[in-house]
């Protein structure tokens, strides 16, 4: 099982930039697709962007195309995801996550698809 642990939330105005990391653990080769959610209070749990693990591809949200970028960087054992142009309604609880299906597909971004999560980092854009 893949441990996950979120960190780099905060508060920034709207424009401003944060950037979210995502230490794992338990990492194995059959894990293909790794991702961010996040979920905003009395919202579902949306897919903001996913990498496919070995062939690098990367899908994004219409809402977040050309403003956040999602990367790995193996050697650190890191997801991240840079946030620039943020906006108010940005503002949520993101979370990684980590599943053994490859990430083709509209199914990246549906979050029953996903087993493994970490316990989320609050992300708040004032206006």
């Known amino acids: 099982q893949v441990q996950l642990v979120e960190s780099g939330g905060g508060s920034v105005q709207a424009g401003g930039s944060l950037r979210l990391s995502c230490g794992y653990s338990?990492?194995?080769?059959?894990?293909?697709?790794m991702a961010w959610f996040r979920q905003a209070p009395g919202k579902e749990r949306e897919g903001v962007a996913a990498?496919?693990?070995?062939?690098?591809?990367?899908y994004y949200t219409d809402s977040v195309k050309g403003r956040f970028t999602i990367s790995r960087d193996n050697a650190k054992n890191t997801l991240y995801l840079q946030m620039n142009s943020l906006k108010p309604e940005d503002t949520a609880m993101y979370y990684c996550?980590?599943?053994?299906?490859?990430?083709?597909?509209?199914?990246?971004?549906?979050?029953?698809?996903?087993?493994?999560w970490g316990q989320g980092t609050q992300v708040t854009v004032s206006s």
């Open positions: 996550a980590a599943r053994v299906a490859p990430c083709s597909g509209a199914s990246w971004g549906r979050h029953q698809w996903y087993k493994d």
């Open positions: 990498i496919a693990i070995g062939v690098f591809s990367t």
């Open positions: 338990g990492y194995t080769s059959s894990t293909n697709c």
